[in-house]
């Protein structure tokens, strides 16, 4: 099985910081890489497909990076909406999530 | 807008079964499949398995194959998850999302997601 090892677990910032998370993949999954925001008792919302792709709706301050088996998602100047957990996940092999990076108010 | 409309919150004694459903938009459903993805509390999200609705297909995950069995409905338009013999540690948000289309596994990102639906397991 593919494992997903996502960084930080917890990250501090404020509304207009440029924040990036960080996942790596135990093997090469090329770029089929997923991106999800999640709020709490909500559904996961997709965000970033094929490791850089903009999900139709997703604000253009979100994107993603990286083939193989590094990837990051960037969020270019947070916003209030922005504060939740975001989960990368490979669909090369089926599919893995990270282990998820909960996104705070500083 | 699709939407993935799933059944209500169950509780569960040890030992049980469940069965949560996940209803579909009539003109998309045979066109995708489905995949189910539980939360326990305060955890991350975890994929148990995914189904053809083209053809009934399915791939469980290591961990639940021996206990769970997806299926589908193509006159109700409705995929199901039934997880039997429950433990406390299957006490859950579960997920169902629309994936790989088709016949077998295709790189599909889970696009659309229904609102969850609450499993707790006790006795």
């Known amino acids: 099985d593919i494992q997903m090892t996502q960084s930080p677990s917890t990250l501090s910032a404020s509304v207009g910081d440029r924040v990036t998370i960080t996942c790596r993949a135990s093997q090469s999954i090329s770029s089929w890489m997923a991106w999800y925001q999640q709020k709490p008792g909500k559904a996961p919302k997709l965000l970033i497909y094929k490791a850089s792709s903009l999900e139709s709706g997703v604000p253009s301050r979100f994107s993603g990076s990286g083939s193989g088996t590094e990837f990051t998602l960037t969020i270019s100047s947070l916003q209030p909406d922005d504060f939740a957990t975001y989960y990368c996940?490979?669909?090369?092999?089926?599919?893995?999530f990270g282990q998820g990076t909960k996104l705070e108010i500083k | 807008q699709v939407h993935l409309v799933q059944s209500g919150a169950e509780v569960k004694k040890p030992g049980a079964s469940v069965k949560v459903s996940c209803e579909v938009p009539a003109y998309t459903f045979t066109s995708y499949g489905f995949s189910w993805v539980r939360q326990a509390p305060g955890q991350g999200l975890e994929w148990m398995g995914w189904i053809s609705a083209y053809n009934g297909n399915t791939k469980y995950a290591q961990k639940v194959q021996d206990r769970v069995t997806m299926t589908t409905d193509t006159s109700t338009s409705t995929a199901y998850m039934e997880l039997r013999n429950l433990r406390s540690d299957d006490t859950a948000v579960y997920y169902c999302?629309?994936?790989?289309?088709?016949?077998?596994?295709?790189?599909?990102?889970?696009?659309?997601w229904g609102q969850g639906t609450a499993v707790t397991v006790s006795s």
């Open positions: 996940q490979q669909y090369n092999i089926w599919y893995t």
């Open positions: 999302a629309r994936s790989t289309p088709g016949s077998a596994f295709y790189n599909y990102a889970m696009d659309v």
